[in-house]
């Protein structure tokens, strides 16, 4: 039994039922932890449905999925940022920290999006596999650099991140519920 990851519409079946399994699991994470809870069901629909994986299709984004043994396992996106949004200025030093270098360095980053493997799947591999496939598809879309925003809660995406040479990073974004940055350089 292996993996195999390609890119996939993100709106067929597969794309949807991983958005469903990732959706309610990192939800009800978050409800469990601050409200001892699992997500409502009302909730847990409205937001499925008012959420599209949109961002992660061509020509800006890519939706990969992972298959292990032919069935749909896991994914990973990529995206690079609205048009017209400002460039991410700087590098990731050796030490781990992002140093702004000023308008003349500037890079272009693609954002790592909803990395996900279905629970009986972990430690498999999949995970490094998937990230690995959008750091490629990152470059393909022209990126130097990827980005990505998590929550303290992720515990394992905090140490894949950190054991695939991503360093923590000062925020790039507002997101309510990021409480984690981290950036690679692609080069």
Known sequence: MSWTIAPEPFDSPAAAALWRA???EVSDRWYLLHEGRRT????????IAAQTW??????????LV???????????????????AAAVTGTVAA???VAATGAEAAVRAA???RVFVREGLRGTGGAALLV?????AARALGATRMILDTRGDLVEARALY??????????????????????RELA
């Open 66 to 84: 992972g298959r292990y043994d032919g069935e749909p396992g896991g994914c990973a996106g990529v995206r690079l940022p609205p048009a017209g």
């Open 54 to 63: 949109e961002e992660l299709a061509p020509p800006r984004g890519q939706l």
């Open 22 to 24: 990732y959706y309610t």
């Open 40 to 47: 409502d069901p009302d909730e847990l629909e409205r937001e």
């Open 162 to 183: 950190a054991r695939l040479g991503y360093a923590e990073t000062d925020p790039h974004n507002d997101e309510p519920y990021a409480d984690h940055w981290f950036a």
């Open 95 to 97: 030490t781990g920290t």
């Open 111 to 113: 954002e790592l999006k």
């Open 132 to 136: 690995r496939a959008a750091e490629d």
